[in-house]
């Protein structure tokens, strides 16, 4: 097969459990990529890009000053997103023409709200395909999206986001009914390193992205209706193959069930598309079950090149 180019947009920072919220950076795919690679062929993959939220992770400390001036400090939203992913993505100055590449999206959670709305903007990012992973795409119009987007709010607003030092950071989000309960080691050191930053008072840490910004992102107007959109146009036109890997088994009691059945009605029905039920690691399952994610990966990426055979 001809080499594909990967792209993987990591959620926002989705809930876990009710009682906590994380959020996530691209470190935090290292071993999904990694354990990819060892079973990709027969895709040949260029290269892969993780796309951080600027206001996650390392892009968060670069851009500090700007994400606490008053223009962002309690505001963020999936349109910033796919705005700085199209940013990257439309310009040639880092050394790469993506417009040359067989692209393909990658979103998990969250994500997914910005990699819609970059569909949306022109000119257009020629994708060859998207991969949605227990995607955050809320069926427009329905009161349970409304009621899940306050409920992420609220989490987010109510979760803990400042520790004494890293040491009580690590034991707090890897304590059972933690945030990181079940995530690979090397994963939580990467959310240590990455996703906290230092704080003026000697050796505490919070988190680099505010509880404030993050539920913003889910109060944000453009959090249910523009995805959603985008969404559906995409597959009721039915060219842009679109697979979605989604777990029936998340810890929302089943408030997301509309959500997901909402997504897998829609993708069902695409002859481009194409949906696989993935029954462990709950809604992180791409930091938490890393090694079978990546083979439902696998499977998706060589059905979406078929299909772009055969068009």
């Known amino acids: 097969m001809r080499s594909q180019y990967f792209i993987i947009q990591p959620c926002f920072g989705c809930p876990f459990r009710t009682e906590a919220a994380v959020n996530l950076h691209k470190e935090t795919f290292t071993i999904l990529i990694t354990e990819l690679m060892k079973i990709i062929s027969p ?9 951080d939220n600027p206001n996650q992770g390392r892009s968060a400390s670069l851009n500090r000053p700007l994400l606490e001036s ?7 939203s999936a349109t910033e997103y796919s705005r700085a992913a199209y940013a990257l993505l439309s310009t040639t100055s880092h050394g790469t023409d993506f417009s040359r590449r067989k692209l393909v999206g990658v979103a998990h959670s969250g994500g997914s709200t910005g990699l819609m709305i970059l569909q ?6 020629p994708f060859h395909g998207i991969i949605l992973m227990d995607p955050g795409i809320l069926p427009p119009d329905r009161p349970s999206s409304i009621t899940l987007a306050r409920l992420f709010n609220r989490m987010a607003l109510s979760k803990r986001d400042t520790w004494a030092s890293i040491e ?7 304590r059972k009914g933690g945030a990181y309960r079940g995530f690979a080691p090397a994963t939580l050191e990467s959310f240590l390193e990455c996703g906290l930053r230092c704080v003026a008072d000697a050796g505490a840490v919070t988190l680099t992205c505010s509880k404030a910004q993050e539920a913003a992102y889910y109060a944000a107007n ?12 995409l597959s009721k036109e039915d060219r842009l193959p679109i697979h979605l890997i989604v777990c029936l088994k998340d810890k929302y009691r089943g408030m997301s069930d509309e959500m997901k059945a909402f997504q897998v ?10 949906v696989q039920i993935i029954e462990k690691g709950g809604h992180m399952f791409p930091q938490v079950e890393p090694t079978l994610t990546a ?11 078929n299909l772009r055979v055969r068009l």
């Open 265 to 274: 009605e829609a993708v069902g029905k695409m002859r481009c598309g194409s």
């Open 295 to 305: 083979t439902y990966l696998r499977k998706a990426l060589i059905r979406i090149w």
């Open 168 to 174: 009580e950071a690590r034991q707090d989000l890897s």
């Open 43 to 51: 895709v040949r993959i260029h290269d892969i890009w993780a796309i």
């Open 120 to 125: 949306k903007r022109h000119p257009e990012i």
């Open 70 to 76: 008053e223009e962002y400090r309690d505001k963020w």
């Open 222 to 233: 453009d959090m249910i209706i523009l995805p959603a959109e985008s969404f559906i146009m």
